[in-house]
């Protein structure tokens, strides 16, 4: 015989979606009141500005990805792993970036990069967990709990809950605070209920059974009642969601790079036309202790050629004027190589912001190789905070003093 069809009565005894089987659910539909606003909600939400921040995890080398290679100091510390000056695609007469970073180079050339150089914050941690939680928080001095995103979420309110969505197997802490409730969706197409994968080909009618069940009387019985109606908008949820991914066309070839995949996972949700507002993903690793140069040419061309990828995306299905990147590192390295063919934590580093709307250039001053601090690491020019707060007000229209609890000066890329 072939394959048995699932009946109300089987699936109700198996248990496949049964109501309490909480876990069968985006996890965040399973914690959050929200879910009972799903369905109302989602197609209220038209395209809007969109920020996606890409996390460049490990301590990226700035001194190697924007090569200040006609500055003091960089050929003596970097005798070994320092990028020769006929391979540097150059900026200026004394910085440019790193050979494997040619169409992010066009796109500088176009006016479509700003470089924010030598951020960072005062009295630097270097320690990856307590680094990457101060960027997250935007909270130097002190360990906060609520990412500074999470902020920007509590300042507007959104009602949609896929106004912001983290792109990684797990919610990155920039994005979690109390009272927010964020999905992670590291793949789109996995962003749909689990159904009893004994009988693959009945799985619409397992859907169907369980949007019956789901869809019953509870009365008196409201923990039983809730989980029925996160359930029956799990459901609408995640149909839109496939329903707006399936109709994503596009002739853009992304390279084959976790980078790639995570931005074609947001082209495509941006393609939905979901609503939301923020994406955050994340790459790496950067902590190149050791064999740097291969290492970092490898993940630096994955970058670039992933974010024009995303760009070329964006420009096919009309959206390249919505949408603003931010990527960031938790601190760059030290000036003086070691000798391993690598570096060391360090300090200040630059961060990218790209877009067709962005005000391209360099800002900030670099930082002095030869005028160290006390621990012979660079000195920030530009706190990272200031970016915050430029794409919190330029780009999103929150007031930053909200998201990060007090007011920096604008650094002008938007």
Same mark, same amino acid.
Do not use: C
């Given at each position: 015989?072939?394959?048995?069809?699932?009946? @109300?009565?089987?699936?109700? +005894?198996?248990?496949?979606?049964?109501? /309490? *089987?909480?876990?069968?659910?985006? $996890?965040?539909?399973? %914690?959050?009141?929200?879910?009972?606003?799903?369905?109302?909600?989602?197609?209220?939400?038209?395209?809007?500005?969109?920020?996606?921040?890409?996390?460049?995890?490990?301590?990226?080398?700035?001194?190697?990805?924007?090569?200040?290679?006609?500055?003091?100091?960089?050929?003596?510390?970097?005798?070994?792993?320092?990028?020769?000056?006929?391979?540097?695609?150059?900026?200026?007469?004394?910085?440019?970036?790193?050979?494997?970073?040619?169409?992010?180079?066009? @796109?500088?050339?176009?006016? +479509?990069?700003?470089?924010?150089?030598? /951020? *960072?914050?005062?009295?630097?941690? $270097?320690?990856?967990? %307590?680094?990457?939680?101060?960027?997250?928080?935007?909270?130097?001095?002190?360990?906060?709990?609520?990412?500074?995103?999470?902020?920007?979420?509590?300042?507007?309110?959104?009602?949609?809950?896929?106004?912001?969505?983290?792109?990684?197997?797990?919610?990155?802490?920039?994005?979690?605070?109390?009272?927010?409730?964020?999905?992670?969706?590291?793949?789109?197409?996995?962003?749909?209920?689990?159904?009893?994968?004994?009988?693959?080909?009945?799985?619409?009618?397992?859907?169907?059974?369980?949007?019956?069940?789901?869809?019953?009387?509870?009365?008196?019985?409201?923990?039983?009642?809730?989980?029925?109606?996160?359930?029956?908008?799990?459901?609408?949820?995640?149909?839109?969601?496939?329903d707006g991914v399936a109709a994503y066309r596009s002739t853009v070839e992304y390279p084959n790079f976790a980078l790639g995949a995570s931005l074609k996972s947001v082209a495509q949700m941006i393609a939905a036309g979901l609503g939301t507002r923020i994406f955050y993903t994340s790459f790496g690793s950067f902590d190149t202790h050791s064999a740097q140069p291969n290492a970092q040419a490898r993940l630096l061309g994955g970058f670039s050629n992933s974010v024009d990828a995303f760009?070329?995306?964006?420009?096919?299905?009309?959206?390249?004027?919505?949408?603003?990147?931010?990527?960031?590192?938790?601190?760059?390295?030290?000036?003086?190589?070691?000798?391993?063919?690598?570096?060391?934590?360090?300090?200040?580093?630059?961060?990218?912001?790209?877009?067709?709307?962005?005000?391209?250039?360099?800002?900030?001053?670099?930082?002095?190789?030869?005028?160290?601090?006390?621990?012979?690491?660079?000195?920030?020019?530009?706190?990272?905070?200031?970016?915050?707060?430029?794409?919190?007000?330029?780009?999103?229209?929150?007031?930053?003093?909200?998201?990060?609890?007090?007011?920096?000066?604008?650094?002008?890329?938007?």
């Amino acid at each position: 015989m072939g394959e048995t069809v699932l009946t @109300r009565r089987k699936f109700l +005894q198996s248990g496949g979606l049964a109501l /309490a *089987g909480a876990a069968s659910l985006p $996890l965040f539909l399973g %914690r959050t009141a929200l879910a009972a606003q799903v369905a109302g909600t989602m197609s209220d939400y038209g395209p809007d500005t969109i920020l996606v921040v890409i996390q460049m995890s490990g301590g990226n080398d700035g001194l190697n990805t924007v090569v200040p290679y006609g500055l003091d100091g960089y050929r003596a510390a970097r005798g070994a792993i320092g990028i020769p000056e006929a391979n540097v695609l150059p900026l200026t007469e004394r910085v440019g970036l790193h050979p494997e970073m040619g169409k992010l180079f066009e @796109r500088y050339q176009a006016g +479509q990069v700003a470089i924010v150089q030598g /951020a *960072g914050y005062p009295n630097p941690n $270097l320690s990856h967990f %307590r680094s990457m939680d101060i960027w997250h928080t935007a909270v130097p001095d002190a360990y906060a709990q609520t990412g500074w995103l999470a902020g920007e979420l509590a300042a507007t309110q959104p009602t949609n809950p896929l106004y912001a969505v983290s792109v990684t197997d797990s919610l990155i802490p920039a994005l979690a605070g109390a009272g927010t409730s964020v999905p992670a969706i590291p793949n789109v197409q996995a962003y749909q209920l689990r159904t009893d994968t004994r009988y693959p080909a009945d799985r619409a009618a397992q859907i169907a059974v369980a949007d019956w069940s789901y869809r019953q009387d509870y009365s008196g019985r409201a923990g039983q009642g809730y989980i029925a109606a996160t359930g029956a908008n799990a459901l609408a949820s995640t149909q839109m969601v496939q329903d707006g991914v399936a109709a994503y066309r596009s002739t853009v070839e992304y390279p084959n790079f976790a980078l790639g995949a995570s931005l074609k996972s947001v082209a495509q949700m941006i393609a939905a036309g979901l609503g939301t507002r923020i994406f955050y993903t994340s790459f790496g690793s950067f902590d190149t202790h050791s064999a740097q140069p291969n290492a970092q040419a490898r993940l630096l061309g994955g970058f670039s050629n992933s974010v024009d990828a995303f760009l070329r995306d964006l420009e096919g299905m009309g959206q390249a004027n919505n949408v603003l990147l931010m990527s960031f590192s938790e601190f760059g390295r030290r000036v003086q190589e070691n000798g391993s063919q690598g570096t060391d934590h360090g300090t200040a580093g630059p961060m990218f912001v790209i877009g067709s709307r962005v005000t391209g250039g360099l800002y900030g001053e670099y930082p002095s190789l030869t005028k160290l601090d006390e621990n012979r690491n660079l000195r920030y020019q530009v706190d990272f905070r200031s970016v915050y707060g430029t794409v919190l007000e330029g780009w999103l229209g929150v007031d930053q003093s909200v998201a990060l609890g007090g007011r920096y000066d604008s650094v002008g890329f938007v």
